[in-house]
């Protein structure tokens, strides 16, 4: 079982930019596909971003195509996602995920381990 921890979520105004971290003490961090999830309130968990072990590939939503940046450094065991120009619908509760699935994965199902969340919030 991967332990997963997440941290830089807090409150932002509109157009601002916040980066979370997603840390693990897994030795294995490199043997993971990772992504990042967001869930408001009323509405089910959904895909943001993923990353592939390598790094080599990432997949973004449509909504946060060109704002929001995956990385990872697999010597740090940690996964990043830099939220740039935040949007009063970004807000949620972000959750980091890793998969032992090969490639950029979207579907929860394909995730296996989950943090527990932080959360963002963006103020109009």
């Known amino acids: 079982q991967v332990r997963l921890v997440e941290s830089g979520g807090g409150l932002v105004q509109a157009g601002g930019s916040l980066k979370l971290s997603c840390a693990t003490s897994r030795l294995t961090f490199s043997m993971y596909t990772m992504g990042w999830f967001r869930q408001a309130p009323g509405t089910e968990r959904e895909f943001v971003s993923s990353i592939s072990r390598s790094g080599g590939n990432t997949d973004y939503a449509d909504s946060v195509k060109g704002r929001f940046t995956i990385s990872r450094d697999n010597a740090k065991n940690t996964v990043y996602l830099q939220m740039n120009s935040l949007k009063p619908e970004d807000t949620a509760v972000y959750y980091c995920?890793?998969?032992?699935?090969?490639?950029?994965?979207?579907?929860?199902?394909?995730?296996?381990?989950w943090g527990q969340g932080t959360q963002v919030t963006v103020s109009s």
């Open positions: 995920a890793a998969s032992i699935r090969v490639g950029v994965q979207r579907s929860p199902s394909d995730y296996n381990n």
